[in-house]
């Protein structure tokens, strides 16, 4: 249950090298004494406030607020994002899952590092963490995707000791594009094949489906539930949703896309063929950049490139300055893909960080990890080296969509019988 009285300790203080203090924001209540420090610092729609404290409520493995604000000399310099909660540590090989350990984790949100966050302050966000941990506060820490080489992942890769650090960081490339000002400029952007590629499947699609391609964006609060519908019947077709992941039509994801309404961030995009959804991209518009959230494609009409082709409409409507409010970038989200790498043009590494507390489970969660990580590293090297990385992932992707889509088709069978 969440916290909202006040809590053991209202105020952690913790002295870092006498000039930096840390704070720790564990109740509802302490975090509403710094709302006006947080939302002047808002800066990523992960760490907006509004959607921080949704999530706080619509979870309910969250325990309790976990904030901490670094201060020097008294003056606040930085916000560290966080939350205590129940969470599943999966214990896996690639994409196969082994088993999962369901531990109490601080976790610590992608985009939720505010302020300044010096090297000092980082030391003092990292020290109030270990604190924390030794008191069993949490099994473990979890820092989820710390831009690499910033003074905080310097600091949660070092400061821990040998059996409470992690020795396999996960490390992913992030991309992003730079929205041009014309759609020519975008396409002198691409290389002559690709190109040439999105020509020709936009006239493939053109030619078979004459006038029946449409584009929607949705955006407001009275669109949801045909955006709901129409999404769902594509998402539940894809290989994310066989691998347990992206899009689904659950109360919380309800919730969270009609809170991105009310604001005014949302931006979720449907490609139409003849009436019926074949792909979409769901998206926050936050300030001058449009953050990719969610996105899919039905398998069944895969010769068309629904997914490219889907993509290219929407930057060819950013270009114009079409449903853009102003969006100069576009942030492609966690993970790496071949459409990013071609689209992108700006790139940096994003590092998954955990610290184990000295708590039996802690120590537990990091023993059985490193065997799967390390026959996982093994398997990879080998892989690279032959080249066949690319190919396991498409073997295994494809695999996974198979069996999703017999699943559909069993589960259409069932609802519309004869």
Same mark, same amino acid.
């Given at each position: 249950?969440?916290? %909202? ?23 509802? !209540? $302490? ?29 309910? !493995?969250?325990? /309790? ?59 003092? /966000?990292?020290?109030?963490? =270990? ?27 070092? @400061? ?51 006038? !029946? ?7 407001? %609060? ?8 129409? %999404? ?46 074949? /792909? ?35 930057? $060819? ?56 990580? =390390? ?29 999703? @889509? ?5 589960? !259409? ?6």
């Amino acid at each position: 249950m969440l916290s %909202v009285g006040k809590g053991p300790t209202e105020l952690d203080v913790r002295s870092t090298r006498g000039a930096t203090l840390t704070k720790v924001a564990r109740t509802l !209540d $302490e975090v509403d004494a710094i709302a006006n420090l947080w939302r002047s610092w808002e800066c990523h729609p992960n760490s907006d406030m509004d959607a921080y404290l949704h999530t706080l409520a619509s979870r309910p !493995d969250v325990i /309790a607020p976990y904030v901490i604000t670094a201060l020097r000399d008294d003056v606040p310099e930085a916000l560290l994002v966080g939350r205590c909660e129940w969470t599943s540590v999966p214990i896996r090989v690639g994409y196969r899952n082994l088993s999962e350990l369901k531990i109490r984790a601080l976790t610590f949100i992608y985009g939720g590092q505010l302020g300044h966050l010096s090297l000092d302050a980082s030391r003092g /966000a990292v020290r109030q963490v =270990l604190s924390s941990l030794k008191t069993g506060e949490a099994d473990i820490a979890f820092f989820n995707h710390l831009h690499a080489g910033s003074h905080l992942h310097s600091c949660v890769t070092t @400061m821990p000791g040998f059996r409470a650090r992690d020795p396999f960081p996960s490390l992913r490339i992030h991309r992003a594009m730079t929205v041009p000002e014309s759609v020519d400029a975008f396409f002198l952007r691409l290389s002559p094949k690709v190109r040439k590629n999105q020509r020709w499947q936009t006239r493939k699609l053109e030619a078979d489906h004459p006038g !029946d391609a449409k584009l929607r964006c949705f955006r407001d %609060v009275s669109e949801l539930e045909v955006l709901f519908r129409d %999404v769902e019947e594509v998402a539940r077709r894809t290989y994310q949703r066989g691998l347990g992941v992206g899009f689904v039509n659950s109360p919380e994801m309800r919730g969270r896309l009609e809170l991105s309404a009310r604001k005014g961030w949302l931006r979720a995009f449907v490609l139409y063929v003849a009436g019926a959804p074949w /792909a979409f991209w769901i998206g926050t518009s936050y300030g001058q950049t449009f953050h990719s959230d969610f996105m899919g494609y039905n398998p069944v009409h895969s010769s068309y490139s629904p997914g490219m082709c889907l993509i290219m409409k929407v930057i $060819e409507q950013f270009c114009n300055r079409t449903h853009s409010a102003g969006i100069k970038e576009i942030d492609f989200g966690l993970g790496d893909a071949q459409y990013k790498e071609i689209l992108g043009d700006r790139e940096w590494a994003d590092v998954s960080v955990y610290i184990f507390g000295p708590s039996m489970k802690g120590l537990a969660t990091s023993l059985l990890r490193v065997p799967a990580l =390390l026959v996982e590293r093994a398997a990879r090297a080998g892989l690279q080296r032959t080249g066949l990385v690319s190919r396991i992932k498409r073997i295994w992707r494809e695999s996974t969509r198979r069996r999703t @889509m017999l699943g559909t088709r069993e589960t !259409d069978q069932r609802c519309w019988p004869g």
